[in-house]
């Protein structure tokens, strides 16, 4: 298996933008989970899903970020209007059962100026 | 809420010596306990993890860590670094629920560089 998939790996785009990260999951898997990675917060969890259905979006930072998974294979996260301070590395995580054991993207890397 | 704490941003050691990274956890109960790796540019990797039983848990890469009831403590070591082992160590917390799904908590990291 390739692993977790996201694209691009690096997006950079100017303040009030939008912007779609994408992830495809390990096949099989059943749980998604969308992290974003700061040098002040660490990791933080935004939103998982199971079965494709939304879970917990409590970590969710305001209603311009969005995340959807139309399928088993694809989902992505959308914040509709970029601010600088969206700037981090955005991960993508899937894992069979829940959280024993989740596999890692590579990540995103998004600079908003 | 639970939370992580790992005291030391970043440790250097020598190529060879023994390493020792530090997690504290708070939550009332035991939870799940667990730690991963991340290579620069590279997405987190799974070296352990601790649910119960053995207190001693072996992990990849020659890691291991020890939970501590106690102290509430899950500190990763190894015995003799090697200079591929420099990276950045994450500790994460999930609360234990039995209902089969999970969120981690993340501590904020330590950086591991090593000397030749």
């Known amino acids: 298996d390739a692993g977790v998939i996201q694209s691009p790996r690096h997006e950079v785009t100017e303040m009030g933008q939008e912007v779609t990260l994408r992830c495809k999951p390990i096949?099989?898997?059943?749980?998604l989970f969308w992290y974003r990675q700061t040098m002040m917060r660490g990791l933080e969890l935004l939103i998982y899903?199971?079965?494709?259905?939304?879970?917990?979006d409590s970590g969710m930072p305001e209603d311009r970020f969005s995340a959807k998974m139309p399928n088993a294979s694809f989902s992505t996260l959308k914040i509709q209007p970029s601010e600088p301070r969206d700037s981090a590395v955005y991960f993508c995580?899937?894992?069979?059962?829940?959280?024993?054991?989740?596999?890692f993207g590579s990540g995103t890397q998004l600079s908003v100026l | 809420a639970q939370s992580v704490t790992q005291p030391d941003i970043h440790i250097t050691v020598s190529e060879g010596a023994s390493l020792e990274l530090r997690c504290n956890y708070s939550?009332?109960?035991?939870?799940?306990l667990f730690w991963y790796v991340q290579s620069p540019g590279q997405g987190l990797q799974l070296l352990l993890k601790?649910?119960?039983?053995?207190?001693l848990v072996q992990g990849i890469k020659g890691f291991e860590a020890e939970f501590k009831r106690s102290q509430s403590s899950f500190n990763l070591r190894k015995p003799s670094v090697h200079w591929s082992d420099a990276a950045e160590y994450f500790c994460?917390?999930?609360?234990?629920?039995?209902?089969?799904?999970?969120?981690?908590?993340f501590g904020k990291g330590t950086k591991l560089s090593v000397i030749p």
């Open positions: 899903f199971n079965n494709n259905v939304p879970i917990d």
């Open positions: 601790y649910f119960s039983g053995d207190t």
């Open positions: 995580a899937s894992s069979l059962g829940g959280g024993e054991k989740l596999f």
């Open positions: 939550y009332g109960a035991t939870p799940y």
């Open positions: 096949s099989g898997h059943d749980y």
């Open positions: 994460a917390v999930v609360p234990y629920s039995g209902a089969g799904s999970y969120q981690l908590t």
